[in-house]
């Protein structure tokens, strides 16, 4: 594949560089159902959703030319940034995303904000399609009063935080405190209790940042309370991060067995997944450990728990006012059967001492293009099955929208991501890590020089 930089070209030259769209009016499949032509499909966004979509074209089509376009310099979107670094079997997905890109039908164009250097009328211009796969980067707020003082983060940015995510390279949490509490209780919510509460020497052969390791090295956090709206019967997470908690060195867990009361009764309609995962909790709420298991916890410095029916009402300040101490929660009991159970607030309050709270609530996308319609309320572009609904201008191209899983691969051989992955790993080498990854994006593009 030719190395093709977009480093350095001014974008009305790189975009008149486009072949024009061959025939028209053109619609999706045609290109798909035609020898002749010479389908040029912009990807915008290189995480799992914009590879796997990639990897499909390619696949499907022998002829089909795919541009991966991405705001970051490198590749991978969240399996490189939101995968925990204890998970590096995640990541192998990588593997074939690589492939993917070294297709010579594919090219990598990292460092361009779709939306500010380049627009999408302008791309749809130049390719006979587009799809939006750029994820969901906004984090939900809490709405709560005390959001904003200094201790209360996004879970999102402590993730990018440890994984080397530029943006988040400046969070400087304050890990000083005894107890943190997260809100939410799906697998983000795991990893990062996980990480805060794992021993830092099990860090210390992943792919963490060393900066943020030096942190945790430090860290007085010793219990993680991770709050949940509903009960045990709603948790989101799953089974294997669970039983990662519950198996992490140095720690116990706390559940109430209080919450789960008849219980045992009520999964045994539950799909299986469900049923495993709350036979787990229970397990672990209810029965005495085994000798081994209560010796180590006995030794346990740390803990964890589960806080269930509690919903955030306002994080509490410390006597000066200049950052969080606790968290104000108001009791909630469950109403409604199913999926369609919701928590209404019973008037009870209990108060939280809490040094640190990171929220976990949930993600949704955000516009990158006024063009775009976008649905504010949910988060995310209206489209039906795919294809993006009501998009103004000439219809002659199409967009679609891919928010999750779906399919690219790709980056090209001696492309600039290739001389910074090297960078990487060669700078992990001496540490034993899988790599040292670079954080910042002025660096980076020192490193790489001129473009060839
Ligand atoms: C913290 C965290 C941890 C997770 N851990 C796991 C896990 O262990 N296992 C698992 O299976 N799933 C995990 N997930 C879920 C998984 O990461 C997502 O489901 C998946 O990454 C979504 O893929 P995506 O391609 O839609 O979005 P993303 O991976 O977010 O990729 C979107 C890409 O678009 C780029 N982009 C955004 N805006 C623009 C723009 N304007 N112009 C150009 N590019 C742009 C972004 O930089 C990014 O690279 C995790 C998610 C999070 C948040």
Redesign the pocket.
């Known amino acids: 594949m030719a190395l093709r930089c977009w480093r350095w070209w001014p974008r009305p030259a790189w975009l008149r560089s486009r072949p024009p769209p061959a025939g028209s009016p053109l619609s999706f499949r045609q290109p798909f159902s035609t020898q002749e032509l010479t389908p040029q499909i912009c990807v915008?966004?290189?995480?799992?959703?914009?590879?796997?979509t990639a990897q499909h074209l390619l696949k499907h089509h022998p002829r089909a030319h795919v541009d991966i376009?991405?705001?970051?310099l490198v590749?991978?979107?969240?399996?490189?940034?939101?995968?925990?670094p204890d998970?590096p079997e995640?990541k192998n997905v990588i593997n074939t995303f690589t492939q993917t890109a070294r297709s010579d039908r594919c090219a990598f164009r990292g460092n361009?904000?779709?939306?500010?250097?380049v627009l999408v009328p302008e791309l749809r211009e130049a390719y006979h399609a587009v799809v939006l796969?750029?994820?969901?980067?906004d984090h939900q707020a809490l709405g709560i009063p005390g959001e904003e003082l200094p201790g209360v983060l996004s879970?999102?940015a402590f993730?990018?935080w440890y994984?080397g995510l530029p943006e988040n390279q400046e969070l400087a949490p304050d890990l000083s405190c005894d107890t943190a509490v997260i809100l939410g209780q799906g697998?983000?919510a795991l990893?990062?209790a996980r990480i805060l509460l794992m021993p830092p020497e099990h860090l210390e052969k992943t792919d963490i940042t060393e900066a943020a390791l030096g942190v945790l090295r430090q860290s007085q956090v010793k219990t993680v309370w991770i709050v949940g709206r509903r009960g045990p019967l709603q948790v989101a997470f799953t089974i294997k991060?669970l039983r990662e908690m519950i198996q992490l060195p140095g720690t116990r867990p706390i559940l109430d067995p209080a919450d789960f009361l008849g219980i045992q009764d009520r999964i045994k309609e539950a799909p299986r997944p469900r049923r495993r995962l709350t036979e787990l909790l229970l397990r672990t709420a209810t029965e005495k450990p085994g000798a081994e298991g209560a010796a180590c916890q006995a030794l346990a410095s740390r803990s964890w728990g589960l806080r269930f029916f509690r919903s955030p009402l306002q994080v509490l300040p410390s006597p000066d006012g200049q950052r969080a101490a606790g968290i104000r929660l108001a009791v909630t009991r469950l109403e409604g059967a199913g999926e369609a159970t919701r928590a209404v607030t019973t008037g009870d309050t209990e108060d939280l001492p809490c040094g640190l709270v990171l929220s976990?609530i949930g993600?949704k996308s955000?516009p990158?293009?006024p063009s775009v319609p976008f649905d504010p309320t949910l988060g995310i572009i209206p489209n039906t099955e795919g294809r993006v609904v009501d998009m103004p201008g000439e219809s002659e191209q199409e967009v679609w929208v891919?928010?999750?899983?779906?399919g690219?691969e790709g980056w090209c051989r001696c492309s600039d991501w290739e001389k910074l992955d090297a960078e990487e790993v060669s700078r992990g080498q001496g540490a034993g890590k899988p790599r040292e990854k670079l954080v910042d994006p002025q660096a980076m593009l020192r490193l790489l020089g001129p473009c060839a």
Do not use: M, T
């Open positions: 915008v966004g290189s995480g799992p959703a914009g590879f796997y376009y991405e705001k970051q590749p991978f979107g969240l399996v490189r940034f939101g995968v925990a998970h995640v361009v904000v779709v939306g500010r250097d796969s750029y994820g969901a980067e879970a999102r993730v990018g994984n697998n983000v990893d990062v991060e976990s993600y955000r990158i293009d891919l928010s999750d899983g779906g690219p």
